[in-house]
């Protein structure tokens, strides 16, 4: 099994930045690949970025496309979401997520708790 668990969620205003954290245990197969979700009130849960285990292949949503970044340290079990120049529609609970493959979208079978993000105006 896989255990997550996000931190780094917070109230920040439009234009700040966060960083998201998502520490792994258990069982990390080296071909895993790591996302970030989010889910708004009302919304479906959606893909907001992901990045292969090596780090080689990393894919972004239209709508964070140039703002946010994913990056992981193999040896720590840890991927980050940098967060720069947030909006309010940013706002959301984030989830952690991982999946077997080197596919980056797919099922995703590990989550995380999540945590929450409010951008205010």
């Known amino acids: 099994q896989v255990q997550l668990v996000e931190s780094g969620g917070g109230l920040v205003q439009a234009g700040d930045s966060l960083r998201l954290s998502c520490a792994a245990s258990g069982r990390i197969y080296s071909s895993y690949a790591m996302g970030w979700f989010r889910q708004a009130p009302g919304k479906d849960r959606a893909l907001v970025a992901a990045v292969s285990w090596s780090g080689g292949n990393r894919y972004y949503a239209d709508s964070v496309k140039g703002r946010f970044t994913i990056f992981r340290y193999n040896d720590k079990n840890t991927v980050y979401l940098q967060m720069n120049s947030l909006k309010p529609e940013d706002t959301a609970v984030y989830f952690c997520?991982?999946?077997?493959?080197?596919?980056?979208?797919?099922?995703?079978?590990?989550w995380g708790q999540g945590t929450q993000v409010t951008v205010s105006s």
């Open positions: 997520a991982a999946r077997r493959g080197s596919r980056l979208l797919g099922e995703y079978e590990y």
